[in-house]
């Protein structure tokens, strides 16, 4: 078993974190609170986000963006720390936003759920947003399956995406500011037949929500149904798993000094009425042979 040790805990509901300067930048869900949290797992509260912080990116510039998942905004946390909205994505996406990734141009693609996940609604696919440096946007990609974490390789010409409902990672190639055609870049078991989404996770091989890059170019899987982190070859060889006994993996970054710290956003339920009364949520860590690569 790996030897995971506890960088914070008594959050309620952690995902989308981000290695930069020092320190692992997260968003707390039902705290609506941005962290970053320093290696001795001291935290400071960066931003509040009343209508649930997601994604998490930065621009060239250092400015934070933030998804703010209920209302469908992009928000920019300026250097005095105010919040602005740097994009409105509420006629673009058709339910929550998701996960984010900020490029070194300042482009952000952007997910979002594309059903009503907490109310029980029949999966449906939905789009992949691009929002441009000066906040306006555009429709992507179509047809994905709750787009969630993505991973951008270190030449900047392949996004990769975990599909949630699809059991899949899939590719796209980059070019100025717009995607090519979906290619799956590891199949990680046969698509649903069933558009419930309770029917999705429990038989699902492998549901991929946060992710990120090695310098191999394997992919780091938080598998949201099982528990555990998985290392993953392009076309879906899986090549290690590292098991989180009592514990749901919902995001994962590589970080710290050297690339080599793998972080993982632990919680006992993504379940809004129970992690907001409980908070037991944490940062678990340790440590791997492969560094960090690509972004985030």
């Not at 990769?160 to 990680?188: D, H, K, P």
């Not at 982190?229 to 009592?246: D, H, P, T, W, Y």
């Not at 972080?263 to 129970?274: I, K, N, W």
Request: aromatic residues 6%.
């Amino acid at each position: 078993m790996p030897e995971f040790t506890t960088l914070i805990s008594g959050l309620s509901f952690t995902e989308c974190p981000r290695w930069r300067d020092g320190r692992l930048y997260i968003s707390d869900f039902y705290t609506h609170r941005v962290l970053a949290v320093a290696m001795d797992g001291k935290a400071e509260t960066l931003a509040h986000v009343p209508q649930q912080p997601s994604g998490l990116g930065f621009l060239p510039d250092g400015r934070m963006l933030i998804v703010s998942m209920r209302d469908r905004k992009i928000l920019r946390r300026e250097a005095d720390g105010s919040l602005v909205v740097h994009a409105d994505l509420s006629s673009l996406a058709p339910w929550h936003l998701n996960d984010m990734l900020v490029d070194r141009d300042g482009l952000a693609w952007v997910g979002n759920f594309g059903f009503d996940l907490m109310g029980g609604a029949p999966a449906r696919t939905t789009v992949l947003i691009c929002v441009r440096p000066d906040g306006t946007a555009k429709v992507a990609a179509e047809g994905l399956g709750f787009p969630n974490g993505m991973a951008l390789t270190p030449d900047g010409r392949t996004l990769i995406v975990a599909e949630s409902t699809m059991n899949r990672l899939s590719a796209f190639q980059v070019a100025s500011g717009s995607l090519g055609e979906r290619r799956t870049w590891a199949a990680l078991g046969n698509p649903p037949a069933s558009t419930g989404s309770g029917e999705v996770r429990g038989r699902a091989l492998v549901v991929p929500d946060g992710i990120c890059l090695d310098a191999e170019g394997a992919v780091w899987v938080a598998d949201a149904a099982h528990g555990r982190l998985v290392r993953v070859a392009e076309g879906g060889s899986i090549l290690q798993e590292l098991k989180v006994e009592g514990s749901g993996v919902f995001a994962c970054m590589l970080g710290g000094d050297d690339g080599r710290t793998l972080f993982a956003c632990a919680a006992p339920t993504f379940q809004q009425v129970e992690a907001s009364a409980n908070h037991r949520a944490s940062i678990l860590m340790t440590r791997v042979r492969v560094p960090h690569a690509g972004l985030p």
